[in-house]
């Protein structure tokens, strides 16, 4: 479903571009330039993808390295103990079971 939803905003963005294909003047920084408004549009676009998809990388990074400093402090052979302040830190204990062995 997302990648039909891509795939749609890319062909509208397309569309979008070539109906605007006239040259426009344009200053930015200082820089004076008479360019196609297709171009500028397309350069924004890009631009945009580019800082979506840094910002996903980081976050994605950050995620994955908290999960993985959370199982190495919750591993059964680590000596430190998850805070209490974590409040996942009783979701893998089940209920309580009866001891099994030999009654009398």
């Known amino acids: 479903m997302g990648l039909l939803a891509g795939i749609g905003a890319l062909i509208l963005l397309v569309i979008f571009i070539v109906q605007n294909a006239h040259a426009v ?3 930015f920084f200082g820089a004076h330039a008479s360019v196609s408004l297709a171009a500028i549009l397309l350069g924004a676009a890009i631009a945009g993808a580019l800082v979506m998809a840094a910002a996903g990388t980081a976050r994605i990074t950050q995620l994955r390295r908290t999960a ?3 199982r190495r402090r919750a ?3 680590s ?3 998850v805070p209490a302040s974590d409040p996942h830190r009783d ?3 089940g209920p ?3 001891e099994t062995g030999s009654q009398s």
Do not use: I, K, N, V
């Open 25 to 27: 003047h344009t200053t």
């Open 68 to 70: 993985r400093w959370t």
């Open 75 to 77: 591993s059964p052979g």
């Open 79 to 81: 000596q430190t103990r």
């Open 91 to 93: 979701r893998d204990a």
């Open 96 to 98: 309580a079971r009866p």
